[in-house]
């Protein structure tokens, strides 16, 4: 466990680091803001650059907490701990792929340089999201009742029953959901792949607490 909280930390603090690095080579004016379209809307000074990955490290301390209080929940194992600490090692990653990806943009935009778009933030944010979900689906067969996370509803934690059959039967679906969103993310541009994604997650949740619903007055 002492090596992966070492990962851990490594992954916390790694935007950090890269835009500490990153700093004497940005303008002194760069990129602040985009709009949902993906345009400039605001553009400030290069050291705003520190604030993501701020966020990062207070979202990472937040999810060792959040895996504290999860073992606390849990008696006669640490399953649920290990699952939300792997959660906040996948969130630290997800950060850490979107901040380079905003710092390239803000230096060849603030530079001058031309600049090629191969894959834009609505497509990327769909394909990560995607992945995240088909990851998180993996675990959720294996959570135990906890009011931390997975398939929580009033009726999926009625009781161990409901709990397991909804953990497999929401995990099953976030797999599904997030290969969709991943198909939608590389042939899909723009509004249309957020769109996609967005109604798919939507679906998805309708469907699970339907389940959990129904699965509770059965059971």
């Known amino acids: 466990m002492k090596n ?34 993906g345009e400039v809307d605001r553009w400030g000074s290069k050291f705003e650059t520190l604030l993501f990955p701020l966020c990062t490290i207070g979202m990472g301390f937040f999810m060792l907490w959040m895996a504290k209080i999860s073992a606390k929940q849990e008696e006669g194992g640490k399953n649920n701990e290990k699952i939300v600490f792997y959660t906040g090692m996948g969130l630290s990653l997800f950060f850490t792929v979107m901040h380079c990806y905003f710092l390239y943009k803000d230096f060849v935009l603030a530079s001058g340089m031309g600049y090629s778009n191969p894959v834009d933030i609505n ?16 675990f959720m067969p294996k959570l135990r009742n906890n009011g931390i996370i997975g398939l929580r509803t009033s009726w999926s934690m009625k009781n161990d ?26 042939f899909m541009e723009g509004y249309l792949a957020m769109c996609v994604a967005l109604g798919l997650l939507v679906a998805d949740t309708i469907i699970c607490v339907i389940y959990s619903y129904k699965i509770a007055k059965k059971y």
Do not use: R
């Open 161 to 186: 029953v409901t709990w397991k059959k909804c953990q497999l039967f929401g995990g099953i679906s976030f797999m599904i959901c997030g290969v969709l969103m991943v198909i939608a993310g590389i």
């Open 4 to 37: 992966k909280k070492t990962i851990y930390y490594i992954l916390m603090f790694l935007p950090l680091f890269i835009s500490v690095v990153a700093l004497p080579f940005l303008p002194e004016v760069i990129p602040a803001h985009y709009n949902f379209a």
């Open 123 to 138: 497509q990327l944010v769909c394909i990560l999201l995607g992945i995240s979900l088909v990851v998180t689906g993996n």
